[in-house]
């Protein structure tokens, strides 16, 4: 899927997708990093078979996803980072409900919005076309990579390969469930590298055919890894998904709670 080399660009120039190639920007040298630095990455992806969208970001600031995921169930998805500026998300996804594509929907983000420079970032709509934006003044090695419904970036990476890699952890089982893909994703990025820093928070959103995100975790911080914990939460919230949904639509047709007390 990205078999076609790489091309790289400047800082300050928008990617868009479907493309079979890796597109990095790489600005300056990575800086030496403090703990304080909010160093990200994330990946935006589409589940062909299922039409589920989802993301998942992780960062060493505290709450990540609380800031930078945003997903619309049959619309698309839109990480916004670096230095962040969380109303983008909501007006990519607005921009796309629109019926702009997710490269129409970032190119009119970055004509319009304030502080531009200082963005990263990624997006795909629903029929997995996808798009990526590196302000200039994205903060150290930054990179991002689009395939077929994926897009991946980051920022104060350890090298630019970073998000080539996590897309093709993402691509390498289009069989299994979009969640687990993503944080295939995720631990590729550690693999490939990762960031200059260690990362202390995680989030994974999902939307299906509801109106409500089907899947919206987090570890808000942790000393430890945060990708292997949100894997452990993932692995007890995944089969519990359509349990919740059905709760929701249809109560009487909904499985016991499987607690005392509830039926």
């Given at each position: 899927?990205?078999?076609?080399?790489?091309?790289?660009?400047?800082?300050?120039?928008?990617?868009?997708?479907?493309?079979?190639?890796?597109?990095?920007?790489?600005?300056?040298?990575?800086?030496?990093?403090?703990?304080?630095?909010?160093?990200?990455?994330?990946?935006?992806?589409?589940?062909?078979?299922?039409?589920?969208?989802?993301?998942?970001?992780?960062?060493?600031?505290?709450?990540?996803?609380?800031?930078?995921?945003?997903?619309?169930?049959?619309?698309?998805?839109?990480?916004?980072?670096?230095?962040?500026?969380?109303?983008?998300?909501?007006?990519?996804?607005?921009?796309?409900?629109?019926?702009?594509?997710?490269?129409?929907?970032?190119?009119?983000?970055?004509?319009?919005?304030?502080?531009?420079?200082?963005?990263?970032?990624?997006?795909?709509?629903?029929?997995?076309?996808?798009?990526?934006?590196?302000?200039?003044?994205t903060l150290g090695i930054h990179a991002s990579a689009?395939?077929?419904?994926?897009?991946?970036?980051?920022?104060?990476?350890?090298?630019?390969?970073?998000?080539?890699?996590?897309?093709?952890?993402?691509?390498?089982?289009?069989?299994?469930?979009?969640?687990?893909?993503?944080?295939?994703?995720?631990?590729?990025?550690?693999?490939?590298?990762?960031?200059?820093?260690?990362?202390?928070?995680?989030?994974?959103?999902?939307?299906?055919?509801?109106?409500?995100?089907?899947?919206?975790?987090?570890?808000?911080?942790?000393?430890?890894?945060?990708?292997?914990?949100?894997?452990?939460?993932?692995?007890?919230?995944?089969?519990?998904?359509?349990?919740?949904?059905?709760?929701?639509?249809?109560?009487?047709?909904?499985?016991?709670?499987?607690?005392?007390?509830a039926v």
């Amino acid at each position: 899927m990205m078999g076609h080399g790489i091309a790289r660009r400047t800082a300050g120039r928008r990617t868009r997708g479907p493309v079979r190639r890796s597109v990095l920007a790489l600005h300056g040298h990575a800086p030496k990093l403090e703990q304080t630095k909010p160093v990200t990455f994330s990946i935006v992806g589409r589940c062909a078979h299922t039409g589920m969208l989802g993301m998942a970001v992780s960062s060493s600031s505290p709450a990540v996803a609380a800031r930078c995921a945003h997903a619309r169930a049959g619309i698309g998805v839109v990480s916004t980072q670096n230095v962040t500026d969380p109303t983008l998300g909501p007006r990519g996804l607005d921009l796309m409900a629109s019926g702009r594509s997710a490269g129409e929907a970032i190119d009119k983000i970055v004509e319009t919005a304030p502080h531009i420079a200082h963005r990263q970032l990624l997006a795909v709509d629903a029929e997995g076309r996808t798009a990526t934006y590196s302000g200039e003044r994205t903060l150290g090695i930054h990179a991002s990579a689009e395939g077929l419904d994926a897009a991946a970036g980051g920022n104060l990476l350890k090298n630019e390969s970073v998000p080539s890699g996590m897309l093709h952890a993402f691509a390498a089982h289009p069989e299994d469930h979009l969640g687990d893909r993503l944080i295939k994703a995720m631990r590729a990025a550690l693999d490939a590298g990762g960031e200059e820093g260690p990362v202390h928070s995680i989030g994974m959103l999902i939307t299906d055919k509801v109106p409500w995100p089907v899947v919206d975790l987090r570890i808000d911080w942790t000393e430890d890894d945060p990708i292997t914990g949100l894997d452990a939460l993932w692995q007890v919230y995944k089969p519990q998904i359509d349990a919740y949904v059905t709760r929701a639509l249809d109560p009487e047709a909904a499985p016991s709670y499987g607690v005392p007390g509830a039926v």
